[in-house]
């Protein structure tokens, strides 16, 4: 027996204009058993979540290209 799903999310590569996105919103109600599509608007915890995983990425590589300076 497979499980059910009850819904997919769809995130972007990167922040778009709602203006841009509203052909992609459009076009994803009209796939078959879409109930509803509903934006997430970008704001500042967002941002702030990104920048800390780009400077842990960032510290990492580093880290790996430069072991002999590592801040361990």
Request: aromatic content about 6%; overall charge negative; charged content about 40%.
């Amino acid at each position: 027996m497979t499980d059910r799903l009850k819904g997919v999310w769809v995130i972007f590569d990167k922040d778009i204009r709602e203006d841009d996105a509203q052909p992609i919103i459009d076009a994803i109600k009209q796939i078959r058993h879409v109930l509803s599509v509903k934006p997430s608007i970008a704001d500042g915890s967002d941002y702030m979540a990104r920048e800390r995983v780009r400077m842990e990425l960032s510290e990492k590589l580093w880290d790996v290209l430069h072991p002999e300076k590592s801040s361990e």
